[in-house]
Each structure stands twice: as C-alpha cells, then as structure tokens.
C-alpha cells in the first residue's frame, strides 16, 4: 500500500517538476482524463467558445500594450506598410476583376461605365483596403511584439510580426475550410477562423529561443539552395560554370503570374487586352496583313441583312396601326421573296423597365417607351402576326433577356401571355435575343451548350440552308465548334466600321416593294442602301447594279429590329443588338472561331519564357536590361497580334508581359542582394586587415584612396610586444603558443576598438596601433594613453588568472610615441598594407623596446601634453639603437593625477 501510495505522490508532484515538458505533459494529460467525463455539448459549444474568447482577449490586451509601447512597435513599420500596400493592391485588382465579371453576366450592370468603376476603385477602395490592412498588420505586430516583451525581443518580433501575422492568418482560414469540408460545426469552424492571434503568438515565442531562431535557419537553407544552382566543372585547363539562379528565379516568376491568372486577378487587364486585340485584328488590320480580308468580310456581310425600323414606320407603329401588324406585313414580304431566315422580336406585349431600357437603347436616342395603348394594339394584331408566321414557316422568335422571367410569372389570363403562346405556337423555334459576355461586357460570346431557350445563332445556324454553287450548306453545330472558354464561343467582329458591316435596310424598303441599288465595292459598304424608283438616276460614283427585291432577299437570312431597340458594348464600339447578333451568326457560317491553345501549351510556354528572362537578366546591369524587357515585350506583342491575324489564335498577353516584369524584377532584387552580401563579406574580410574606421573611408571612395600613397597626419603610435617571448617560445609548442598570442591579441585588440584606437598589425608576439590627433591634441593622446594602461591592465588580470589555473602567461611592454608620420596604404599593386611610416613609428617602436614586464613608456611629446593627468615617473636620457639623439623616456605608473614622479 505505502508503494501504490509513493507512486501516485509522485505522479502528482509531477506538475512541479523542473522540466518544463514534463509539467506540460502532466497538465495535457490530466485534461485529457477531465475531457473523458465531459457532456458532448462541451466540446461542441465549450471548447470553441473558450477558444474564442481567449484568442479574443489575447489581441485586445495585445493592442493596449501595443498602444501603450508605440515605440516598440514603430520598429516594424517598414514590413507593416509594405504588406499593407501589397495587400490593397491585389484587393483593389480582385474587386475590379470580381465586379467586371458580374457586370459581364448582369444585363442590367452592362451600363455602367469602365471608367468611372475604374476610378471609383482606385480613388476609393484601394485606399480604404490599404488603411485597414495597415491596421490589421499593426495588430499582428502587436501580437508578436508582446510574445517577446519579457526577453527584450520586442522591437525585432514587430519587425518580423507582420510576416508572422499574416502566414498565421493563413493558416486559420485554411484550417477553418478544412474543418468546414469534412462538416465540423459552424461554432468551431469560426473558432478555427479566430485561431490567428494564438497561432502568431506561438510563433513570436518559438522565435525568441535562440537555438530556433528561423531567420537564421531560412537564410542557411536559401544559401545551401542557391550553392545547389552554381555548377562548375574542369575542363580544357579551365573552369565552366553554369548559374541557374537567375533561370529558377524565373520560373518563381512565371509561378507567380500564374498563380495570379489561375486566382482571377487579372480578369480586367486580360479582357481589356482580348478587346483590343480584336478591334486590332479589325478591318483595317486585316486588310494590310492578310490579302484575304476583303473577301473574308464581304463573305461573312453578303449573307445577312438587318431591317430597321426608320422613323415613318416606328411612327406608323405607335399611332396608326401597331408593331405586330408593320412585322407581320414584313414577314409576309419576305416569304413571297424566298428568304431563309427571319429572326423576329417579340412585340411589344408587356412592360418594360424604363430606366433600364434608357440606359442600354441605341446610341442614346430620344426614343419614347411605347405605352398601354401600344400593348394593346399589338395583344390585339398578335394572331396576325402568328398568321403570318405560320404561312412562313422560317421565323424564329427572339426574346430579350427580361421576356421569360415575364411570361413564367405571368398568370394564365393575362392577355400578354396568350398572344405570346400564340406567336411560340406559330413560330419555327424559340430562341434566346441576350449573348453572354467573356469575361467582360465588352465580349458577347455564342452558348456551346443548349439552354432553356437556345441561342438565336445555334439555331439560325442549325436550320438555315444558304445557297452555295448550287449545294446546300448545312452550318457546323456550335457543339462542336472550337471554344475560346468551356461553353462560350467568342464572336469575331471584322468591322471595318462599326455600324456599317452588314446590309442594313429600312422597314419602308420591304414594305414598298421597290427595286434596290447595291454597290460593287465591298470595301466601304453604305449605311442603308436607298430605294430609288425606275426612272431615278444610280448614285453618282458608285458603282452598282439595281436589283429586284425577290432576288436580293432570296436566300438571306433576315433580322427584324424591334420598336425598342438597344445597343451593346463591342470591341468596335457600341452597336446595336441586331448587329452583335449578325456578327455572332457570320461567326458560325463562315467558321471563324477565334480559339485558344490547349493549357499545358501556354504554362509551358510561360515557364520557358521566365527562366530566358530571369537568366538573362542575372548578374547584368539593371539598366541596361531594361531594353531587354522592350524588346521581349515587343516581341510577344507582334507575335500575339500576327496569330490573332492569321490563325484565329488568342494567345493572352498578360500573363507573359507580367512574367517578365517579375522575373526582371526578382533577378535585379537577387542581383542587388548578392552585391550587397559581396560588399559586406568584403567588408569583414577587410577589417581582419584593417581598423573598421579605415575601412568605412577606404569604401568611401575607393578610387582616391585604395591607391599606394598615403598623407602626412599627426598620430600617437602604440607598440606592444611579449617579454621573454624567446624563452617561452623554447618551452612550449607551436600549437601551445599561438594559441596562447591569439588569446593575448584578442583581449588587447578588444580594449583598443573599446577606446578608439585603430589596429594597424599583428607583430607576432605584439601589435601596433594608431590614435588620430585631430583639432585637440590633449585629449585624444589623453584617450590613447589611457588606452595603454587599460591594455596593460587586461594582461595582467589575464596572466593572474591563468597562472592560478596553471596555465602558461605572459607579460607585455607598451611604447608610446606623438608625431607627424605618412598614414596610407604601403605595398605593391596587388598586395598592401595600411600603415604609418616615418620617424615617430621608430620613435615609439624602440620605447617599446626598452620598456619592461607590464610597463607603458611614453615619450617626452606625449608627456607635454597629458601632464597632470597621470601619475608619471621620469627617466634618465638614454640612447635608443637606431635614433641618433638621445631619448628621455616617461613611465605611465597611473592616473591619479598627481604630477611627475623622480
């Protein structure tokens, strides 16, 4: 029993154990026994509620000691504003892109200007995104900040907190989205999502442990990563090296343009550059690339024939008699004159929103809304119409966007409804008058695919029957016609100018009989082609022929315009529905599809094109790599534009132009990055040679003063050297004794940049250092004397405590000596040393050689000078080998300054 007793004492003592693991995993497990006794509902509604107050309270308490340390966090304001900026850029594209799709798919949005969508993004909520990304990064670094507010860590952890933040954000969300796909609760999904401020204050802690430190380790990886991408090899007496730094970078690049294309933020600048390509790829351009382009477009014009509605019939229409009865006397017309096809509008039966209908009608006219008594009149004339249609046999009926939402709602007895019914009845097929957009508004495409109401080009395509040398001509299904999207076929408009493409005739031209003047040229087609009567006169300068009605219209497909018309944005400009309607119609006869290469072809291609760039550009200057980027975007741009042309080929521009911009940017940044570690690691070379002071005037302007030369300056020269070096060299190895100098050397050395004195060299067993005078002599040979004790004082503390430990010491003598010498560098071209020459540097040189064990010697200048200062015993004159007058040399006993000692 006592056993079982001590053993369990023990397993409870355990929460006070030392090892903080050993207390974490005590308290893991005892909540894991206490979570086995809990009620289900706890960890549905307790565990996430907990959670999320806790990670809220960690960010309110982290941005009240934010607030109180502003200074603290100020040091991570660079990061903070830079992904900030980043941020509400890529927020301001993906709005834009987000709402250009939305316009693209709402009729009713498809009027509101680019333009002013364009502004209102700019000049507002890129703003606003930046300003609360800003703050949402402060309260990142402020949760970082305050992980490490005990270690002192705080100002480096603001540094990296907005990295930190944001990565932990990330994190959340995908975790959140995990736990919502395999159907955790909406409680604890929003927990997840609330995870962020737990997760960047983990991070902050982990970061405050030295052994961790991920800086560091990410900057070994990187190295070790960029040491793997330099391959170099023997051969022929030489040495061949590839660098495929710069190609990898490249490919980063491509990656990233990608992955920005694949995200949908470039859906905007992607379509804007498709609508200008294919108004580039227009008439006039085809006409000067291809010599086929004329024929191309007066195929694709003669086919077709638009009927609008001139003024004295619209007027007819809306007083007289009614718009079902004017197209009913039309299709009775074109039937007598064997016309393929006719697609008809639906009248006017119901109502239709005004402000809409205003905001899209062609080109802005002042046209009236027809009103009830105009509904009435075409209820009434409807079965006319159907008469009509039926006797026919070739109508489609067209409806407008806003038609079948009307009529399902409709209620049985609504007169609307049944003359619609009538005229569904009497009709060939029933087809759909709206074109979805690509992307934009700006780009009808023809449905692939079969809809509740099919598309009025599917279907003219699939029931007419033109005449060509005598065959019939069945048109190629758009099922299976290549597709610029899955399901959408872009519309190519050949325009040579929008408006006047197609044979566009007035109602009064059916419905008179007269006879038609069409022009030969099918270059500069007219605007409407006039009626003249039998004895009028041909148009002056043109040159034509008068053609019979029946002949003209035999064969043709024929579009009704509607009593309210309305125009559509286009790559060649605002034209009315009719024609956006021809055009997708010529599309599919003539079989000229604009498609797009498979994708495995273009992501290839872009990853080629960003590792040639990013190689290209490594190691050169930026500069002059700029015109590399002209030229590359030059050249995609041509060949882009002369596929388009020439093959029906949409290659997208952006995602390329962007890949090399990135790669040019990447590889300058990496080539910068290299040029400054290269400075830095030159730098520390330089400085085991040379004082850090004479390094930083020596990188200064290295071309004055990296020359051999020097200038004459007053200078106190300190020489220290070992006694008894000889004998202790005698007694101990070579090993023994350079570790033992290295040792001295580096204390020395350590006390000497600790009171500004410059290191000129190692002597061996000694050093010889400089102290610059400058405007006040007293006080810098002042700084330097006190120099030597302090180094006289640091090899004595060190000889006691290795003599206590039984180690071998040493002991120093120091020589001093103020004077003008020649300071520079000393050598030749290839090899120097920075040095001071000339009687002074003797001077000091041999006090040094005759001062003692842990003396300081200081000659009869130096002691003018600090007079007072120091407590200084005077020597007897002397004579020093190498020095023709004799010397008086002073001895440094301290600095108690109370005069001179005899």
Known sequence: MRVIKRYLSGIWNLRRSKSRAVRAVWWLALAGLAARFLPFAFYEVGIPFAWMTFNIALLAVSAVWGLLHPRSLFAGREPGLKWAFWLALLSALAALSSTDTLMAQEADLQAIPLSALFLVVTLLLLPMAFLLLLSVSWLGAAVCAFSGRKGGDEERLARLGTGVWWLSLLLSSLTARAAYKMGAAPLSVIALVLSAPALAWAFGKLMCVPALDPQRRLRQIL????????????????????????????????????????????????SAALVSLMRARSGPLLMVFNPNGPQTISARRGRIVILEMDASTRHDALSRRSEAAVQAAVIRKLTAWNAASVALPVPFLYPKNQEMWHARMMGGLDIPLPGPEDISRNTRDAALLADAMRSAGNVLLTLPSEAPGYFQAAKAEDPALRSFRRLQKAALRVASAELPSFETVKLPAIPAESRPHPSLPAVLCQSARIASKGKAVPAIPPGDAPQAAPGKILVSFLSVQPGRDFVTLPYNSVLSGAALYQPETPIAPIRRIELYRGDALAPVGIKGRWIPPEAFFKGKIVFLDSLTPYSRLTPVGAVSQSEVMANAVATLLAGDYIVRPEPKYIVLGILLLGALIGHLCL???????????????????????????????????????????????????FTYSMERTERERNRALLQRFVAPQVVDELLEDPEAKLGLGGTRQRVCVLFVDARGFTQFAEQHTPEQVIEIINTYMTALTEVLHAHGGLLDKYTGDGLMALFRVQESPREDIERAVRAALAMRDAAEVMSRDRAAQGQPALKIGIGMHYGEAVVGLVGNPNQFNYTALGYTVVVSQRLQSIAAASEVIISESIYEEISGLFRVEEGQLMRVKGISAPVRPYRVVGADGRGLEG
Not at 228 to 237: A, F, H, I, M, Q
């Open 223 to 270: 190295a070790r990563i960029t040491r793997r991408l330099v391959w170099r090899w023997r051969r022929k007496g030489g040495v061949r090296v590839i660098d495929l730094r710069g190609a990898v970078l490249g490919l980063l690049a491509a990656g990233m343009a990608l992955g920005a294309g694949g995200s949908h933020l470039l859906v905007t600048a992607q």
């Open 619 to 669: 190691k050169r200057d930026p500069f002059h790599t700029i015109w590399l980027l002209g030229v590359a975007v030059l050249l995609i741009m041509g060949g882009i534009l002369l596929a388009c042309i020439f093959g029906n080929l949409w290659l997208d521009p952006v995602i390329p132009s962007l890949t090399v911009l990135l790669a040019y940017l990447l590889v300058t940044e």
